[in-house]
């Protein structure tokens, strides 16, 4: 399948996502940037982590207006996967593409570790290959990675069993300590009404590889392609990617 | 030319002594104006010319067969085969970082970075030392906190993983602490980019950020003593801007990528003086420009503030007559607006013009080159005779060594330095193989089989009793760790802090410490590639302790057999390559226990250590070494315990009581003396006995003292049991001291 990584100017992990896709997993990958208008046919489209355009504003509050961005929520309306990891995940918030928004961390400060966060749901692109209640190593690396919504938005969100990722402890646990930023519910993860859509903080695109700490993170790419698999056989993603080619197109 | 009248208080406020002004006088045949003035001012500061340290200097080791750039240009360069190579180098920005610990910690990773990038190569590890006062002072905790956050927040946001350094305390600090950050990045060996002008006729270009007044004289303030007129240098720190600099390194690197750039360099002290100069200088020839075209933040700037502004995130760059389309429409894609100020000149001058009119001309030779060039004088320090004399019987009897063990886990030296590092954005880029606090840092270079290792070090304590060994110890130190990781040492750059040169005593400290560098270099084969000196590190007439920082670049033939400090099984031998002497001069013990810094540092064989190296790179390739961890500060027992940190394992270990000490200090000196050329190594039952013939064929002593296992840390002299405590205990306290005097601060606010 061919993934897009969207470059923004201040984007960081945009490499690392591409290799990833391209050289851990051998698939097409291109980088597309933001001022392009096409996402060039692609099967999946992900925002990396970085700092959009420095986020001296609010994080992903400029890149939700770059040129790629109508055509991210276009493909995104034809049902077509997009990945929002860190950076992205602010991104797509901001662009009304997922409910919320972040706050800086509880203590303040930026974090980097390697954690643990729990996959809540496997009805979406990013978590078909995992078991429910799946447990993985991965890091994370933010300073704004408060998620917080209003309660009611939040009780929606649960309801629809929309949260994807909790941040959990070692041995599994929902705890107050295992939630590194204070975020609500220990929400790591969601994705919209739709399913289609996931933005995450922790980032799996680092932990892809033993050499580097964790391959755990290399589910959520296995379950990209293990969706796109299944849609190619029920005819979804062909109809998902024209859809969107007549788009692009017109 | 209009000249505003210069005297001494002009001369004074500008750092140029009357000796100095008459050799500008002489050499441009005439008065100079104030805008010529300011101009000689930074680029003759101790900061820009190392007046007082450049005879020193040249007696360092700088070539090698890998060498591919030494010192003179923006960074060093190493071949790490390929046809790739290793570009790196440290600078300070102790300065800044008191008078605003957030800008001034950002802007020295800023400055670093495009030190790097200049030269074509993409960033791709931060390494940082940095010394604190004690952090029972609020207002070192503020420093401290205000400086890892300006780390963090420019590595973060440009995505270079900051993987490594070190951090120490002392009092002396507490006035001036020192930042000093390190950057290596990758090249192509044969596209290594140049600060040079030349070509009569190119154009000289202006990208990044606009100028504005801050930073004026940067340069020299950091080329003078601190004083109760502090804050009123507040306006010469620079703000930073991570994002700007994000997109020179990608519009630059881009740009690079054409071959219509002559030439590049960054707008670093000195801003565009230093930058027009220097290039015209390394390439022998004149550069021209009109400060009018250079864009400016602010309304009214001076030709004198425009040449002088220290402003961050700008470059310079030299491109080819003809080719400036293509390079503008690089800069355009990224959002940056590159200006064409200027033209290269057969002259050798530097030509500065306002509206056309010229308001400035100086050879450049007379600023770079020709340069004032001091062999300051120098004295043995006073103090040194008292200070090197230690007399542990009259100390009285040691605390028993479960309370020393315990008090030096917590001691902010020793202590586990998480509460920075998780501020810094480690592992972007996903080649870190090695995360902080495991040993040396390494990452992999992508495409290649290989690894570099990386460690900045320095012991104040040892420098101040003894700078020549203490440089030499230093030396010592980060080249053991990065053969520990099982890196083989093949580059170092340096970063020299130390008082007042004009002091003979501090320039005392310094020539030695330079000579003792050099020595440990040369002797270990490492040469040195460049770096930075700082000095006048002092407030109010007392100076830190003399801080000799080095960083050590170690090659990795094979990325898959890293190895970090951490025991990895159960039931693995315990080797300690090395030997324990009755040496605690200097050491984290008397610091700790006593609050003194005496004796003299543990000796140094030169020729021991690189065996040591050697058997350490040779272990690790071949996979036998399955840890390794050098014994430093709090000695053996210390190093045992952080062997287990991080791990399920635990270690019981007995060692040998140490001669020539007191018979109360017996034990204490076998757990916690600081001899050097020590490592603690596990390795698999199997593998002993060719370790202990490896390290015997290089006449090393090497012998089993434990085994790894349980969860307790059970150490032992003589086979009588001094420390039982839990792993989990132990890594308690280690891993919460930095912490808590942090946490403590926020609950009570």
Same mark, same amino acid.
């Given at each position: ?64 207006? +770059?040129?790629? *961005?109508? %055509? ?11 990945? @929002? #990891? /860190? &950076? ?82 070692? +041995?599994?646990? *929902?705890? %107050? ?11 790591? @993860? #969601? /994705? &919209? ?58 | ?749």
């Amino acid at each position: 399948m061919k993934i897009a990584v969207v470059v923004f100017p201040g984007s960081n992990c945009d490499h690392d996502t591409y290799y990833v896709a391209k050289d851990v997993l051998g698939q097409d990958a291109e980088l597309i940037w933001h001022k392009d208008t096409s996402l060039r046919r692609a099967d999946a489209v992900i925002l990396p982590g970085g700092f959009a355009h420095g986020d001296y504003l609010r994080t992903g509050a400029i890149a939700r207006f +770059s040129p790629i *961005m109508p %055509e991210v929520a276009k493909f995104a309306a034809a049902g077509g996967p997009v990945l @929002g #990891i /860190c &950076n992205g995940f602010q991104v797509l918030l901001e662009a009304g593409l997922l409910p919320g928004a972040m706050l800086r961390n509880r203590r303040l400060q930026f974090r980097c570790e390697f954690l643990h966060v729990r996959v809540e749901q496997t009805a979406t692109p990013f978590t078909l290959a995992c078991r429910s209640g799946q447990s993985i190593k991965v890091p994370i690396a933010h300073g704004e990675g408060n998620y917080y919504a209003e309660p009611d938005v939040v009780q929606r969100l649960e309801q629809n069993r929309q949260v994807v990722f909790r941040y959990v402890s070692s +041995s599994g646990e *929902m705890t %107050e300590d295992s939630n590194p930023n204070g975020s609500v519910n220990n929400i790591a @993860g #969601i /994705c &919209n009404e739709a399913r289609n859509v996931v933005g995450l903080m922790p980032h799996p695109e680092r932990a892809c590889e033993l050499a580097i700490g964790s391959d755990d993170g290399l589910v959520v790419f296995q379950s990209l392609l293990k969706w796109s698999r299944e849609s190619l056989l029920e005819g979804n993603l062909a109809t998902t990617t024209s859809e969107h080619q007549t788009v692009v197109n017109r | 030319m209009t000249s505003d009248t210069i005297n001494d208080t002009v001369l004074q406020r500008h750092g140029v002594t009357r000796e100095e002004y008459d050799r500008i006088v002489s050499m441009l045949g005439r008065e100079p104006n104030l805008t010529e003035l300011g101009i000689f001012s930074v680029m003759w500061s101790e900061h820009c010319s190392y007046k007082s340290s450049r005879v020193h200097l040249k007696t360092l080791p700088t070539t090698g067969r890998r060498v591919l750039q030494g010192p003179g240009e923006n960074a060093g360069a190493v071949d790490i085969g390929d046809g790739l190579a290793a570009v790196f180098k440290i600078e300070s920005h102790n300065h800044p970082s008191f008078i605003e610990p957030y800008q001034g910690a950002a802007t020295g990773v800023g400055g670093i970075i495009r030190d790097i990038f200049t030269m074509g190569a993409r960033p791709i590890a931060l390494l940082n030392s940095l010394r604190f006062g004690s952090l029972e002072d609020p207002l070192v905790r503020r420093t401290m906190s205000g400086v890892v956050s300006g780390i963090g927040g420019y590595g973060n946001s440009i995505g270079i993983p900051t993987v490594g350094g070190e951090i120490g305390f002392d009092k002396s600090y507490a006035g001036n602490p020192l930042v000093n950050v390190f950057c290596l990045g990758i090249a192509k060996a044969d596209e290594i980019i140049k600060g040079t002008a030349s070509g009569v006729g190119n154009a000289v270009y202006y990208v990044g950020a606009k100028t504005g007044r801050d930073g004026i004289h940067g340069a020299t303030m950091a080329s003078a003593e601190f004083d109760d007129t502090l804050n009123e240098k507040r306006p010469a720190v620079q703000v930073g801007d991570p994002f700007m600099e994000k997109l020179l390194l990608e519009a630059c690197l881009e740009v690079m990528k054409t071959d219509a750039l002559i030439g590049i360099q960054d707008m670093g002290a000195a801003g565009l003086t230093c930058s027009t100069s220097e290039m015209g200088s390394r390439g022998g020839a004149g550069v021209e420009i009109d400060v009018a075209l250079v864009p400016q933040r602010e309304t009214g700037m001076t030709p004198y503030e425009i040449m002088l502004s220290e402003s961050q995130e700008r470059m310079l760059l030299v491109v080819k007559k003809g080719r400036e389309a293509e390079v503008e429409r690089i800069f355009d894609k990224w959002d940056l607006h590159a200006v064409h100020i200027g033209e290269v000149t057969s002259d050798g001058r530097l030509r500065v013009k306002n509206h056309g009119h010229v308001v400035a001309e100086i050879p450049n030779h007379a600023l770079t080159d020709e340069a004032p060039m001091y062999r300051r004088p120098m004295t043995t320090p006073a103090y040194l005779e008292k200070a090197q004399q230690l007399d542990l019987d009259a100390l009285g009897a040691p605390p028993a060594p479960r309370e020393v063990f315990r008090r030096l886990l917590a001691s902010p030296g020793i202590a586990s330095k998480r509460w920075v590092y998780r501020q810094y954005d480690h592992m972007v880029r996903t080649n870190t193989l090695l995360l902080p606090g495991m040993g040396a840092a390494v990452v992999r270079v992508k495409e290649t089989p290989r690894a570099l290792a990386m460690s900045v070090d320095c012991n104040g304590r040892f420098a101040y009793l003894d700078p020549f060994v203490g440089a030499q110890l230093a030396v010592a130190e980060a080249s053991r760790n990065v053969a520990c990781a099982g890196g083989l040492p093949i580059g170092a750059t340096n970063c020299l802090n130390f008082g007042n040169p004009e002091k003979p005593e501090i320039m005392w400290q310094f020539g030695r410490a330079v000579e003792g560098m050099g020595a440990a270099c040369r002797a270990l084969g490492i040469p040195i590639t460049g770096g930075n000196v700082s000095l006048y590190n002092e407030t109010d007439g007392s100076g830190v302790l003399p801080t000799p920082v080095i960083g050590v670049v170690g090659l990795i033939e094979d990325a898959t057999r890293v190895v970090g400090r951490a025991f990895r099984s159960e039931g693995d031998v315990v080797v300690m390559v090395g030997e324990t002497r009755y040496e605690m001069g200097g050491s984290e013990f008397l610091h700790v226990v006593h609050d003194q810094i005496r004796g003299v540092p543990p000796q140094l064989d030169l020729a021991r250590e690189a065996a040591l190296q050697q058997v350490l790179v040779e272990g690790a390739a071949s996979g036998a070494i399955r840890s390794a961890h050098d014994c430093v500060e709090g000695g053996v027992a210390i190093t045992l315990a952080e062997c287990c940190f991080d791990t399920p394992l635990g270690v019981e270990a007995d060692l040998a009581g140490v001669s020539g000490a007191p018979a109360v200090y017996r034990e204490t000196a076998a757990l916690f003396s600081e001899s050097a050329s020590r490592v603690v190594v596990s390795v698999a039952p199997a593998q002993l006995a060719a370790l202990l013939a490896l390290a015997s064929a290089k006449g090393l002593p090497a012998k089993q003292i434990g085994r790894v296992g349980g969860s307790r840390i059970q150490l032992s002299v003589d086979g009588k049991q001094v420390v039982n405590e839990l792993v989990s205990e132990a890594e308690r306290i280690w891993a919460t001291a930095i912490e808590s005097w942090f946490e403590r601060r926020l609950a009570i606010a």
